[in-house]
Antibody, heavy 120, light 113 residues
Framework: QVQLQESGPGLVKPSQTLSLTCTVSGGSISSGSYYWSWIRQPAGKGLEWIGRIYTSGSTNYNPSLKSRVTISVDTSKNQFSLKLSSVTAADTAVYYC????????????WGQGTLVTVSS | QSALTQPASVSGSPGQSITISCTGTSSDVGGYNYVSWYQQHPGKAPKLMIYEVSNRPSGVSNRFSGSKSGNTASLTISGLQAEDEADYYCSSYTSSSTLGHVVFGGGTKLTVL
């Protein structure tokens, strides 16, 4: 059973960089045709796709965030990471990591989510 | 504004059936059989309930079913139970690569009366 777990600071100051890591267990991050994704959800709102990475290192980002987002992967640690720079209060949200099937276009495994608050 | 349109809320009584719609275009829902549905309880991560329009992952109750007609996909929950009260999101493949070929609906809050 694949499991994903987000980790990182729960509080980030405005203008700083938000950094989160997703650790994958129960399977290799390098196996299968999967994309490793980040999705966020502001309180009381819907899901917003941030971006994803394939184990080859190929990335896709939401255009609205592209100038501030970097997603990377460390296959040796079975982890992938998110960096979001120049954060503002609008970036306050629950951040989820998830596995995305590149064949059938669905998110089958999700992390439990981590709340990141941007505040001074 | 979300790419896929869902009703903000639906409600039903225990034992009844309800249907949640998800309307897109021929570039997403109508053009491909890659519609998925997610259930999200408060404070929890979304959970995959339906994929490829009508397939259920192992462990998902057969009270949940999916279908599609034209540009509208639907999630039907039969024999409503209190535990079904949650938010439901649809998602679809889209020919647009803007968002990684995936679009979400805005979500529907299901209330079990």
């Amino acid at each position: 059973q694949v499991q994903l777990q987000e980790s990182g600071p729960g509080l980030v100051k405005p203008s700083q960089t938000l950094s989160l890591t997703c650790t994958v267990s129960g399977g290799s991050i390098s196996s299968g045709s999967y994309y490793w994704s980040w999705i966020r959800q502001p309180a009381g709102k819907g899901l917003e796709w941030i971006g994803r990475i394939y184990t080859s290192g190929s990335t896709n980002y939401n255009p609205s965030l592209k100038s501030r987002v970097t997603i990377s992967v460390d296959t040796s640690k079975n982890q992938f990471s998110l960096k979001l720079s120049s954060v503002t209060a609008a970036d306050t949200a629950v951040y989820y990591c998830a596995r995305f099937s590149g064949y059938y276009y669905y998110f089958d495994y999700w992390g439990q989510g981590t709340l990141v608050t941007v505040s001074s | 504004q979300s790419a896929l349109t869902q009703p903000a809320s639906v409600s039903g009584s225990p034992g009844q059936s309800i249907t949640i719609s998800c309307t897109g275009t021929s570039s997403d829902v109508g053009g491909y059989n890659y519609v998925s549905w997610y259930q999200q309880h408060p404070g929890k991560a979304p959970k995959l309930m339906i994929y490829e329009v009508s397939n259920r992952p192992s462990g998902v109750s057969n009270r949940f079913s999916g279908s599609k007609s034209g540009n509208t996909a639907s999630l039907t929950i039969s024999g409503l139970q209190a535990e079904d009260e949650a938010d439901y999101y649809c998602s679809s493949y889209t020919s647009s690569s803007t968002l990684g070929h995936v679009v979400f609906g805005g979500g529907t809050k299901l209330t079990v009366l």
